[in-house]
């Protein structure tokens, strides 16, 4: 782990748990976390940001949350998701990411300039340290999250998975497995999964702990305004001394100098 990534473990809010178990004889994998905690930290951001978050974008934002947490969770530890899906009704793009190593999550409702289109899309990328992103976009036909995802994991993922809500906000998601039990899979009603642990033999695999957090700093913020300074800085900053700049995932406001902005600058030419 990284200096970088030890510091966001250790900085900000308390994570929640996520716990990942085997159901036994199903061969299928149980995901679950109570988001409750990690919801409490997403409003405080967005009311420290003064940014307000109407329903139905609220709710679609707090899906994709847990969604990409517990998906993270079911994937190798190394490996970080983003997903962007692009819905229709209600017309907007939620952004979420998650990464177990960081031990972090973060997303942003975008409805503004967002194209107008017989369908949405999923648009997926996997990314580890050093290696080529992957990448996954399906059509996108629903209007909520969870089945949305459910989606993704029949035409990307190539197996089942289902999303329940067992409590208020706590959610559980179970995959299939190689020889999985998919019948069952498919029967399940919430009322079954709220009772899992006492109609199934259930294997505790491990734990890994998330945090609404974005841990963005003007190097990660550079690369967006890249484009914008391709022909100088004059044109940005117009005379002015300092520019807001907008975090893309998190919307955290800072206000940037033109000299701080030509130190980003030369450290990536150097890193580069």
Not at 30 to 48: I, K, Q
Not at 145 to 156: C, G
Not at 186 to 212: A, G, H, N, P, Y
Not at 216 to 237: Q, T, V, W
């Amino acid at each position: 782990m990284s200096a970088n990534e030890t510091n966001a473990v250790e900085d900000g809010p308390s994570p929640i748990v996520v716990s990942s178990l085997f159901v036994r004889e199903r061969n299928a994998l149980a995901v679950r976390a109570d988001f409750a905690p990690l919801y409490v930290d997403y409003y405080l951001h967005w009311l420290d940001q003064n940014i307000a978050q109407e329903e139905p974008y609220d709710g679609l934002l707090k899906h994709a949350l847990a969604a990409v947490v517990l998906h993270a969770t079911t994937r190798p530890w190394k490996e970080t998701h983003a997903w962007t899906m692009n819905f229709q009704s209600p017309l907007c793009n939620v952004f979420a990411t998650a990464s177990s190593l960081a031990e972090n999550v973060i997303g942003r409702v975008f409805t503004h300039d967002v194209k107008e289109a017989p369908r949405g899309l999923f648009h997926a990328q996997t990314t580890v340290r050093n290696e080529t992103p992957r990448y996954s976009a399906i059509p996108l036909d629903h209007s909520t999250v969870f089945p949305a995802v459910e989606t993704f994991y029949l035409m990307s993922e190539q197996r089942r998975a289902r999303i329940f809500e067992v409590n208020d906000e706590d959610y559980v998601m179970i995959s299939a497995q190689p020889g999985c039990d998919v019948q069952w899979l498919e029967s399940l009603t919430t009322e079954d999964v709220r009772r899992l642990d006492r109609i199934e033999q259930l294997s505790l695999l491990e734990t890994r702990k998330f945090r609404f957090h974005c841990g963005c700093s003007l190097e990660r913020i550079f690369p967006a305004l890249a484009p914008l300074i391709a022909n100088g800085l004059d044109d940005l900053f117009q005379g002015d001394h300092a520019i807001t700049v907008t975090c893309p995932r998190c919307g955290i406001r800072r206000r940037l100098t033109r000299e701080q902005l030509e130190d980003v600058q030369k450290r990536a030419d150097v890193e580069g």
